[in-house]
């Protein structure tokens, strides 16, 4: 992705999000958490065990209101898709659950997950690029402790998107640097390729993304 083009946008998230909501109410119920991150906690900082209070995943649905985000390559704005929230089992808190615009200036986005006290935040984008050929999968991460994250959710993109694999980056954006919890930024695809955007557009994509963040997310808490 690049700085200099369009400002980071969002993907499909707002039914991504719908689906995420409605696949962790699903899940098992608190008491089935295991102890934490202890086999990994060289490489991403350990959680405590909590037998009753559910981790707290924050959720950045990125544009809204007066920012419309990117446009596709068939001109849709990903930023009109619904907003929709559940009470999940692992409490997911979205940045924003209307059609409001969150300013990048006041750099809310992590300020409301760090005030949560979040154990992780996930915000989900897509790319453009004037080369409508370009294409792919790739999240971002900026603290180390949050590399791990970072690869894990990557891993569970490309296997669900079939999309080519672009890697796992280090990068200052201010929603990555700003978190005091583990953070990425996952670009799920290039809304500007049509390929992809068709597929970006599908329920069926859409339901197997939302499931595949949540893999990634027990699989970083350790919930599997």
Same mark, same amino acid.
């Given at each position: 992705?690049?700085?200099?083009?369009? +400002?980071?946008?969002?993907?499909?998230?707002a039914?991504?999000? &719908?689906?995420?909501?409605?696949? &962790?109410?699903?899940?098992?119920?608190?008491?089935?958490?295991?102890?934490g991150?202890d086999?990994?906690?060289?490489?991403?900082?350990?959680?405590?065990?909590?037998? *009753?209070?559910p981790?707290?995943? &924050?959720? /950045?649905?990125? !544009?809204?209101g007066?920012?419309?985000?990117?446009?596709?390559?068939?001109?849709?704005?990903?930023?009109?898709?619904e907003?929709a929230?559940q009470?999940?089992? +692992?409490e997911?808190?979205?940045?924003?659950?209307?059609?409001?615009?969150?300013?990048?200036?006041?750099?809310?986005?992590?300020?409301?997950?760090?005030?949560?006290?979040? /154990?992780i935040? +996930?915000?989900? !984008?897509?790319?453009?690029?004037e080369?409508?050929? &370009?294409?792919?999968?790739?999240?971002y991460?900026? !603290?180390?402790?949050?590399?791990?994250?970072?690869?894990?959710?990557?891993? !569970?993109?490309?296997?669900?998107?079939?999309?080519?694999?672009r890697?796992?980056?280090?990068?200052?954006?201010?929603?990555?640097?700003?978190?005091?919890?583990?953070?990425?930024l996952?670009?799920?695809?290039?809304?500007?390729?049509?390929?992809? *955007?068709?597929e970006?557009?599908?329920e069926?994509?859409?339901?197997?993304?939302?499931?595949?963040?949540? /893999?990634?997310?027990?699989?970083?808490?350790n919930?599997?």
């Amino acid at each position: 992705m690049r700085k200099g083009s369009s +400002i980071i946008i969002t993907l499909m998230s707002a039914l991504v999000i &719908v689906l995420l909501c409605q696949l &962790v109410s699903r899940e098992g119920t608190a008491s089935d958490r295991k102890a934490g991150m202890d086999v990994r906690s060289d490489k991403i900082r350990t959680l405590e065990y909590r037998s *009753e209070t559910p981790y707290k995943v &924050v959720i /950045d649905s990125g !544009h809204g209101g007066k920012d419309n985000g990117a446009t596709g390559a068939s001109g849709s704005f990903e930023k009109d898709l619904e907003l929709a929230k559940q009470e999940p089992q +692992i409490e997911v808190v979205l940045t924003r659950s209307e059609d409001r615009f969150i300013s990048s200036i006041d750099r809310e986005r992590p300020e409301i997950a760090n005030r949560l006290g979040a /154990d992780i935040f +996930i915000s989900i !984008h897509g790319n453009t690029y004037e080369d409508a050929s &370009v294409s792919g999968t790739e999240t971002y991460y900026y !603290h180390e402790d949050s590399q791990f994250l970072a690869e894990i959710m990557q891993k !569970h993109m490309v296997q669900t998107s079939g999309f080519r694999d672009r890697g796992v980056k280090k990068e200052d954006f201010f929603v990555l640097k700003d978190s005091n919890m583990q953070a990425a930024l996952i670009e799920m695809g290039y809304l500007t390729n049509p390929q992809e *955007e068709n597929e970006m557009l599908t329920e069926d994509f859409q339901y197997r993304m939302a499931s595949s963040i949540l /893999d990634g997310i027990k699989e970083a808490l350790n919930l599997n």
